[in-house]
């Protein structure tokens, strides 16, 4: 059993990795033999910390006589955590301050214990000051680094402040039912009578969201395939690229395989889908997924931008391009992105991007689908993207606005309007839309 200090002084040490390591988060937590209420406390106050870390930082900086580059790294990171708890929890103040301070002792931090108390007591006297003032600057009102408020003030010049408000809610709990097994409101029925109260989705026909988060082995079904746990909006993927019956279909980044399952859920009837991965460790989990689906797909691990190493030259009717990204569109799942992600990582990604598009474009039948898809909000690893392979393929045209029809009627009034030079394509949902991750999705049709 861990003290609550000693909760407190593990969840500092994440914040540090994370921050000044560039540790993920996630993988930081993964694997961990706490027990279930310790668990609960080391991840709220560790993702809460890592979500609120920027607007934690500027009232650091005012309570701090001393610039923050200066303190020890451990000390920085447990007087954020202590910050967190006295502004954006409901623990008690004075418990907060204590274990906060005890937790500098449990790390051996003796002579910061003093300096620590001093900044939590004072926040815990000037709180709605110290919030007030720091909140006049956006990027620590909503807690982002400032060249991610800016470059989302660019691209969503009306919808900035919503999207990077939903950014900080708590994600929802968002499940896929197969449709092999049950539509969407037989499986409704069966988890009511399991006591689960549940909503559905306007957007994605399959999706189902939980009023509350419960243990997946829990759900009716889940060890059989039933149901998986997958955000609404990457739910719209399968559909966009409506698979029809004898079609070869290529999944071209697929791992961990929510999106390839979706396919084959939705279309029993397809030759192959052929499921490639760059990784070969991230191929395992599209493995067992499948397996627990009791689904087949031709698995390769192998690159998008390297097909001549892997493709037997056998066109593809349909091709899902799920391109890695700066995953800017579900900060809410994992907020570390905010720390971990920097300006210049977004242009490489967009040249990865382009590059994969580029190459795998060859491998797609004239008349077939290739959907473009991405978890980022911004531009330029979309709508930049897709306009720029536009310009340059003549046999590629953009039929976003009819693959999405079924949606048209809100798609139209998602999309931001378009940026001098730049082509208004594809659908950018923002996050937060109807409970949805922050998506964008291109449909493109090779001319025959
Ligand atoms: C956004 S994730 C895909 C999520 C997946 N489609 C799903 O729904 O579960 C991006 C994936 O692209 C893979 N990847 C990165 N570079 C790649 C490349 N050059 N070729 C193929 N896959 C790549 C990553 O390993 C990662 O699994």
């Not at 709990?173 to 009511?192: I, S």
């Not at 392979?389 to 590629?396: M, N």
């Not at 976003?400 to 809100?410: I, L, Q, S, Y």
């Given at each position: 059993m861990?003290?609550p200090?000693?909760?407190r002084?593990?969840?500092?040490?994440?914040?540090?990795?994370?921050?000044?390591?560039?540790?993920?988060?996630?993988?930081?937590?993964?694997?961990?033999?706490?027990?279930?209420q310790?668990r609960?406390?080391?991840?709220?106050?560790s993702?809460?910390?890592v979500?609120w870390?920027?607007?934690?930082?500027a009232?650091?900086k005012?309570?701090?006589?001393?610039?923050?580059?200066d303190?020890?790294?451990?000390v920085?990171?447990?007087?954020?955590?202590?910050?967190?708890?006295?502004?954006?929890?409901?623990?008690?103040?004075?418990?907060?301050v204590?274990?906060?301070?005890?937790?500098?002792?449990?790390l051996?931090l003796?002579?910061?214990?003093?300096?620590?108390?001093?900044?939590?007591r004072?926040?815990?006297?000037?709180?709605?000051?110290?919030?007030?003032?720091?909140d006049?600057?956006i990027?620590?009102?909503?807690?982002h680094?400032?060249?991610?408020?800016?470059?989302l003030?660019k691209?969503?010049?009306?919808r900035?402040?919503?999207i990077l408000?939903?950014?900080?809610?708590?994600?929802?709990f968002w499940?896929r039912?197969?449709?092999r097994?049950?539509?969407?409101?037989?499986?409704?029925?069966?988890?009511a009578?399991?006591?689960?109260?549940?909503?559905v989705?306007?957007?994605a026909?399959?999706?189902?969201?939980l009023e509350?988060?419960v243990?997946?082995?829990?759900?009716?079904?889940?060890?059989?395939?039933?149901?998986s746990v997958?955000d609404?909006?990457?739910?719209?993927?399968?559909?966009?690229l409506?698979?029809q019956?004898?079609q070869?279909?290529?999944?071209a980044?697929a791992?961990?395989?929510?999106?390839?399952?979706?396919i084959?859920?939705?279309?029993?009837?397809?030759?192959?889908l052929?499921a490639?991965?760059?990784?070969?460790?991230r191929?395992?989990?599209?493995?067992g997924?499948?397996?627990?689906?009791?689904?087949?797909?031709?698995?390769i691990?192998?690159?998008?931008?390297d097909?001549?190493?892997w493709?037997?030259?056998?066109?593809?009717d349909?091709?899902?391009l799920?391109?890695?990204?700066?995953?800017?569109?579900v900060?809410?799942?994992?907020p570390?992105?905010?720390?971990?992600r920097r300006a210049?990582?977004i242009?490489h990604l967009?040249?990865?991007?382009?590059?994969m598009l580029?190459?795998?474009w060859?491998l797609?039948?004239?008349?077939g689908r290739?959907v473009y898809?991405?978890?980022s909000?911004?531009?330029?690893?979309?709508a930049?993207v897709i306009s720029a392979f536009?310009?340059?393929h003549?046999?590629?045209?953009?039929?976003?606005?009819e693959?999405?029809?079924r949606f048209?009627h809100?798609?139209?009034?998602m999309?931001?309007?378009?940026?001098?030079g730049e082509q208004?394509?594809?659908?950018?949902i923002?996050?937060?839309t109807?409970g949805?991750?922050?998506f964008?999705y291109?449909?493109?049709?090779?001319r025959g």
């Amino acid at each position: 059993m861990s003290t609550p200090a000693e909760i407190r002084a593990q969840a500092a040490m994440f914040v540090m990795q994370v921050a000044d390591e560039g540790r993920s988060l996630d993988a930081l937590l993964e694997n961990r033999s706490d027990a279930p209420q310790e668990r609960g406390l080391l991840r709220s106050l560790s993702y809460g910390s890592v979500r609120w870390y920027w607007r934690l930082l500027a009232v650091l900086k005012k309570l701090c006589s001393q610039s923050t580059e200066d303190l020890q790294p451990e000390v920085r990171a447990l007087a954020l955590v202590g910050l967190y708890q006295l502004l954006h929890t409901d623990i008690a103040a004075h418990a907060a301050v204590a274990e906060t301070v005890e937790a500098a002792r449990v790390l051996k931090l003796h002579r910061a214990t003093g300096l620590l108390n001093a900044i939590l007591r004072r926040c815990q006297r000037e709180s709605e000051l110290l919030s007030t003032g720091v909140d006049t600057q956006i990027s620590a009102r909503y807690a982002h680094p400032q060249w991610l408020v800016t470059q989302l003030q660019k691209d969503w010049p009306s919808r900035a402040e919503q999207i990077l408000e939903a950014n900080n809610q708590h994600p929802p709990f968002w499940l896929r039912v197969n449709a092999r097994h049950h539509d969407r409101d037989q499986y409704r029925a069966l988890l009511a009578a399991q006591g689960i109260s549940s909503t559905v989705s306007e957007y994605a026909p399959e999706a189902v969201l939980l009023e509350q988060a419960v243990e997946v082995f829990s759900l009716p079904g889940f060890k059989e395939g039933w149901v998986s746990v997958q955000d609404a909006a990457a739910q719209l993927a399968a559909h966009l690229l409506a698979t029809q019956p004898n079609q070869r279909v290529l999944d071209a980044c697929a791992a961990p395989g929510g999106k390839t399952c979706h396919i084959l859920e939705l279309q029993p009837n397809i030759t192959e889908l052929v499921a490639l991965d760059v990784s070969g460790e991230r191929m395992k989990r599209v493995r067992g997924n499948l397996k627990r689906m009791e689904l087949d797909a031709s698995l390769i691990v192998g690159s998008a931008a390297d097909p001549a190493a892997w493709w037997d030259g056998v066109p593809f009717d349909r091709i899902l391009l799920d391109v890695p990204c700066s995953a800017t569109g579900v900060i809410r799942r994992h907020p570390d992105i905010k720390l971990l992600r920097r300006a210049e990582d977004i242009t490489h990604l967009s040249m990865r991007q382009a590059d994969m598009l580029n190459k795998i474009w060859p491998l797609l039948v004239p008349g077939g689908r290739l959907v473009y898809a991405s978890c980022s909000s911004l531009r330029i690893e979309n709508a930049a993207v897709i306009s720029a392979f536009l310009e340059s393929h003549d046999d590629a045209q953009d039929i976003t606005t009819e693959a999405t029809a079924r949606f048209g009627h809100v798609m139209a009034s998602m999309n931001e309007p378009s940026l001098p030079g730049e082509q208004q394509v594809g659908w950018a949902i923002p996050a937060g839309t109807d409970g949805m991750d922050g998506f964008y999705y291109a449909c493109l049709q090779k001319r025959g």
